[in-house]
């Protein structure tokens, strides 16, 4: 290309002369003639004589939160400087070692912030100093990040924290450090006359025992470390949109990271919903990188998860995967709900148009998130609900999506929800354009984004629906022997809810590898409190009072098993998924498959027909016997442990249950 070209149009440097014919147009410099100072007068002048002032108008306060009400009642509001006192004595309260019995002193605000403004300290931090303590760390001051907005977080996780990065989708990348899921194994509840009673404890129960003692010392060595740290996070949120069950949650970290997380996945409370947030329900003390100490009764690792129901509270020591927050939230409902007779669900759920309510139950990766993001209904929540009398809440205020492989054309909605304010965990992108790349897995398979219910369009808020009329069991069936869609009995889904099964690839690098069955109670053992008979024997109870109709998907392999078939195609999944919402599925003709008994239908508009039994898909007919055979000795197996309980007041329904299963 010429840089001193002289066609018209085109380009050009002048190249030399005071005009430059071809060139731009020479810059005139007007001399103003005898003025010897240059008055830059090109706008108003600023309304600041120094670079503090400057910078002091940049920012304007906070609107007060609440509008003073009723001020010709007979109690005035209490006045801002009290509130703030009274929030900080709330979090010493919180934050105070069990044998000094006094909190630390408070201050809010950036620590960072104070050598900046060092004049308008008094007005901008709220101090709390409880009582005079003799102890070096009684001295010290804890800064207090309370319920920062997520542009305030981005700014500590950027300046803070390694890993973490602005992309160029908006969304915040971090890193979770050396754990990039949830530890099962390192999660112990307290075990104590109460508990031990109402608990399902041994064998297949994800609640390992630990003794109050064990957990104060816990408690103890995590409330230690964030007091000895310059500054903590503390969030104020809600769990449950149902407002007669609403619990009230506190999550003290040392990470901008986990603050935003929960901010994300939590609800989140209106300024006047915060004034008047008080004692919180239940706390979290997240201590993210600091270990456990091995010494320490019961620790088997350097992680961790340490429920106390009879407290209120959890101890997490020596992981920073945020979803331990969130999963550990869902066990304390899990206990919770089912006291007051709500069934705690792990499912996503959606509403159509015409108030038809859906839950997709499914195990990690099975397609609870992306099922339930459907551009044509509601979104009511992705991974955590609550069943009442009333009808379906969402538990959450965020949905958790798995990254790996994301696409624009299939999960639009997910995509364009990866933006300013989400957190991207683990996720890899480009040093320099810091575009995100979903495909690649050098920091873990299991990459996730964290975001704003609000941030999927149709998203139903408040996230609350009606009784739902499909309950969908989602199953990732890397055997590829499950139909793609069966219509179930309510004994079948009982059966099938109780089994939660899924079976997945354990690891995709040398070659081919054998599906991994798993079974997880009520699809999500990892999570529940009590024994799956209950929770169990309360969907029964709730499907059959609201004719609920249940489904049977298989989002997994189809043509084979993992290796030589395929993973049906996720197209043909919202095609099914979209036949069971419309009624039209509910009519279709129906056949029998052998071993596990599942009705079939023979069409579905949109899927190819001779998909929809799997011994059409695979050419090798005794392979396809053999591996149903399979899975149908796997399930058997799984549910020995089960047929010894009764399920429901008459236990009539247990031997229903179990006829249920496969039968050869
Ligand atoms: N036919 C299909 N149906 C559903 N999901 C599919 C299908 N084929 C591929 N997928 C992919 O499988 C994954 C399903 O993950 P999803 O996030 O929905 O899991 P989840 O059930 O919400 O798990 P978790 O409880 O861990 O959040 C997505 O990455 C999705 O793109
Ligand atoms: O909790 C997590 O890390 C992911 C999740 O949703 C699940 O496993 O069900
Ligand atoms: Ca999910
Ligand atoms: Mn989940």
């Not at 003794?211 to 500054?231: G, I, Q």
Request: with cysteine; net charge neutral; glycine share 8%.
């Amino acid at each position: 290309m010429a840089t001193n070209g002289t066609d018209k149009g085109e380009f050009s440097f002048a190249s030399s002369g005071s005009t430059g014919r071809n060139g731009l147009p020479r810059i005139h410099t007007h001399k103003k003639s005898q003025d010897e100072i240059c008055h830059d007068d090109s706008g108003p002048p600023v309304k600041a004589q120094t670079i503090d002032e400057l910078h002091s108008l940049q920012k304007k306060k906070s609107a007060p939160t609440t509008p003073i009400k009723g001020t010709q009642g007979t109690f005035a509001a209490i006045s801002d400087e009290e509130r703030q006192k009274q929030q900080l004595q709330s979090i010493s309260a919180s934050l105070a070692s069990l044998t000094r019995e006094t909190g630390p002193k408070l201050v809010k605000g950036d620590p960072a912030r104070q050598s900046e403004t060092p004049r308008a300290s008094h007005v901008t931090h709220h101090q709390y100093a409880p009582t005079l303590s003799i102890s070096d760390s009684g001295l010290k001051f804890t800064h207090i990040l309370y319920n920062l907005s997520p542009a305030e977080l981005y700014e500590q996780a950027i300046k803070y924290e390694k890993g973490s990065f602005i992309t160029s989708s908006g969304a915040l990348a971090t890193l979770s450090g050396a754990k990039t899921g949830r530890a099962p194994r390192d999660k112990r509840v307290v075990k104590d006359d109460t508990t031990a009673d109402e608990l399902w404890w041994g064998k297949g129960s994800p609640n390992i025992e630990m003794d109050e003692h064990t957990f104060l010392v816990n408690r103890e060595r995590a409330v230690d470390y964030l007091c000895s740290l310059e500054k903590v996070f503390v969030n104020d949120q809600f769990l449950n949109w149902d407002p007669n069950h609403r619990i009230k949650v506190r999550i003290v970290s040392a990470r901008a990271y986990h603050s935003l997380f929960m901010h994300n996945m939590c609800i989140r409370p209106t300024p006047e919903e915060l004034e008047e947030f008080g004692t919180p329900d239940f706390t979290i003390y997240n201590a993210g990188q600091f270990p456990c100490n091995r010494y320490t009764h019961y620790m088997t690792s350097s992680t961790s998860i340490d429920l106390n129901l009879a407290r209120r509270e959890m101890v997490i020591l020596g992981t920073q995967y945020a979803g331990e927050m969130k999963k550990g939230l869902f066990s304390v409902m899990h206990y919770l709900m089912p006291k007051r007779q709500i069934l705690s669900l792990h499912s996503g759920c959606n509403m159509g148009k015409e108030g038809d309510v859906a839950l997709f139950f499914g195990l990690s990766g099975t397609g609870k998130t992306t099922l339930s993001t459907d551009h044509n209904r509601y979104l009511i929540g992705d991974d955590e609900h609550c069943w009442s009398e009333k009808g379906v809440s969402n538990i959450e205020g965020g949905c958790y999506a798995k990254c790996i492989d994301l696409s624009r054309e299939k999960e639009p909605d997910i995509w364009n929800a990866i933006k300013f304010g989400t957190v991207l965990e683990n996720v890899v992108f480009d040093e320099h354009t810091r575009e995100l790349d979903y495909s690649d897995k050098s920091v873990t398979e299991n990459t996730r984004a964290a975001y704003p219910i609000e941030y999927i369009p149709n998203a139903k808020i408040p996230c609350v629906g009606p009784h739902p009329k499909n309950v969908i069991l989602l199953a990732c069936d890397a055997f590829g022997v499950l139909p793609p869609v069966s219509k179930l009995s309510l004994a079948q889904t009982m059966y099938h809810f109780i089994s939660g099964y899924t079976a997945l690839v354990a690891g995709t690098e040398d070659g081919i590898k054998e599906p991994q069955a798993t079974f997880s109670a009520c699809f999500g053992a990892a999570f529940i409190m009590l024994h799956p008979t209950k929770y169990a024997a309360m969907l029964s109870e709730k499907m059959r009072k609201h004719e609920a109709t249940g489904w049977l998907v298989n989002t997994g392999w189809s043509g084979g098993r993992y290796g030589s078939g395929s993973r049906i195609k996720l197209a043909y999944t919202r095609k099914i998924i979209d036949a069971i919402h419309s009624g039209t599925l509910l009519k279709a003709n129906y056949t029998k498959t052998e071993v596990f008994g599942l009705e079939i239908p023979t069409e579905i508009e949109g899927v190819p027909s001779e998909i929809l039994d799997p011994v059409n898909t695979w050419s090798d007919k005794k392979a396809y016997k053999d591996t149903l055979l399979k899975l149908g000795g796997l399930f058997r197996k799984n549910f020995e442990v089960f047929t010894n309980y009764k399920i429901g007041t008459e236990g009539k329904l247990t031997d229903e249950i179990v006829a249920a299963g496969p039968i050869f």
